[in-house]
């Protein structure tokens, strides 16, 4: 098995868009999803973890110059194959 843990891509969209290297807010969870076109709480449940990125989110994300749609998929996919695999072998 992979020791490679994926982070969700949450992960890294708050990092981009939500809080700054320090960990301070420099945009809220409201705004970018404004930003972005989806509701709040979509943005919200996709920052936790709690839901994947869309193919409608990476092509809004993409279209806001944040990445490859691809990327945000591809990230989306392995974080995906991992967890199950995960689970799989315990």
Request: glycine share 6%; proline share 2%.
């Amino acid at each position: 098995m992979e020791i490679f843990n994926p982070s969700h891509p949450g992960e890294v969209i708050k990092a981009w868009l939500i809080e700054d290297e320090d960990g301070n807010k420099i945009n809220t969870v409201k705004e970018v999803a404004e930003t972005l076109g989806i509701h709040r709480t979509t943005l919200h449940r996709i920052l936790s973890g709690a839901m994947a990125v869309s193919t409608e989110v990476a092509v809004a994300l993409e279209s806001i110059e944040c990445g490859d749609a691809k990327l945000w998929l591809t990230m989306q996919m392995n974080y995906d194959l991992f967890q199950y695999k995960s689970q799989e072998v315990a």
